[in-house]
Every structure is written in C-alpha cells, then in structure tokens.
Antibody
C-alpha cells in the first residue's frame, strides 16, 4: 500500500522558519518526481514546488521562490520542504504528492498524503 | 484569482449528468494535458483523470474527461450521492520557468 505521511507543521510566527517532512512507503521512491501542494483554509489547491527523481529538476511557485527549498533523500524515501521568512499568506494545509513520472512538469499527482497544517500567526 | 477558470458550483439529481468546465490559455491547457482531482471536504485530493481523458485504475467510468483547444471538461454521468465533492482541474503552464496551475475548484452538490 502506498503511503505518504507528512509531519512538521505547527504554529509559527511571521518571519520564522519551519521544515516539513514527508515519509513514504509502498513504492520505489526514487523512480518518481515529488511535489508539495498547499490549501489555505477554505480555499483551493496551490502547487508549491516539485523535484524530479534525481534532484536535477526543481521548480517553485513564484509565491515561494527564494523563501522555500524542496529536497529529497532517496535513501530515506523522504521529501522535505524548508520554509523560511514565513508570511501570513503561507498558512495552509501542506500536502505531499507523488508524481506519475520522473520529471516535475509532465505527469499528474497520483497519490497524496493527508497533509500537515502550518499556522502563521503572531 | 486562479490561472484556470472553473465555475464555482454545479449540481444535479441522482442519475443525472453534470459537466464541469475548465478554461485556460495556450501556455497551459493549449500546450499540455489536463488533470482532474476530486476532494471530499476534510480529506486529501484524489486523482480522477490524467492526460485529459485517462482514468487511473479504480476510478469509475462514470467520470470522463475531454479537452479541446484551451478548454477542458469533466463529465460525471449517473450522478451519485458520494460524488458530492470539490473538483479541481490542473495543467502544467509553460510560461516563464513553468509551474503547475490549478482551477479555483467547483463544488458539486447532489440534490
């Protein structure tokens, strides 16, 4: 069974940092691109960042570029999102999602974790 | 303001067909395939359609997708109560450095 389990969310003040993790199982992790997608309370889905199977291709949404860093550890079958200079508008549920293919741009997100909530408030 | 445009709501009675539209531009839907996701409130999204009209295994054939030019649509035939959910379209956008873009979502209500 494919599983993606996010962790690391919580309450953080504006301007501070947070690191999200996504531990996976049930599939060959290093065969697929991985993504972070977020959903602000009561709002729609917003893609945040994606990373190719071999770390060679990394993309960010303009809203987080320069503040967030995506990374992966294929040996640990894990995905990470380092979030710096957090803003009020970054408050959302952050989902880890598996790509259907190896690169960021082409294929759908076919498996999703349950999400971890990031609350940004002073 | 979402890059892809969807109607905020749609509804139908059990057994009816509901169609949801998704409008984009040449840099996204016009150049790439469309994906559709279903999200029951309080749960994670689920992939319904990929490559504009392909269903993952386990997705009922009541769900079908199509694409023409810079627009796409999702049809739900034989509407059932468990289809009540939010539906999102998505596509890769080739503009600038490239990014994934979503529609704002359509809330489907089964009357």
């Amino acid at each position: 069974e494919v599983q993606l389990v996010e962790s690391g969310g919580g309450l953080v003040q504006p301007g501070r940092s947070l690191r999200l993790s996504c531990i996976t199982s049930g599939f060959t992790f290093d065969d697929y691109a991985m993504h972070w997608v977020r959903q602000a309370p009561g709002k729609g889905l917003e893609w945040v960042s994606g990373i190719s199977w071999n770390n060679a291709g990394i993309r960010y949404a303009d809203s987080v570029k320069g503040r967030f860093t995506i990374s992966r550890d294929n040996a640990k079958k894990s995905l990470y999102l380092e979030m710096n200079s957090l803003r009020l508008e970054d408050m959302a549920v952050y989902y880890c999602a598996k790509g259907r293919g190896v690169v960021v741009r082409r294929d759908a997100f076919d498996m999703w974790g349950q999400g971890t909530m990031v609350t940004v408030s002073s | 303001q979402s890059v892809l445009t969807q109607p905020p709501s749609a509804s139908g009675t059990p057994g009816q067909t509901v169609t949801i539209s998704c409008s984009g531009t040449n840099s996204n839907i016009g150049s790439n395939t469309v994906k559709w996701y279903q999200q029951v409130p309080g749960t994670a999204p689920k992939l319904l359609i990929y490559r504009s009209n392909q269903r993952p295994s386990g997705v009922p054939d009541r769900f079908s997708g199509s694409k023409s030019g810079t627009s796409a649509s999702l049809a739900i035939s034989g509407l059932q109560s468990e289809d009540e959910a939010d539906y999102y379209c998505a596509a890769w956008d080739d503009s600038l450095n490239g990014s994934w873009v979503f529609g704002g979502g359509t809330k489907v209500t089964v009357l």
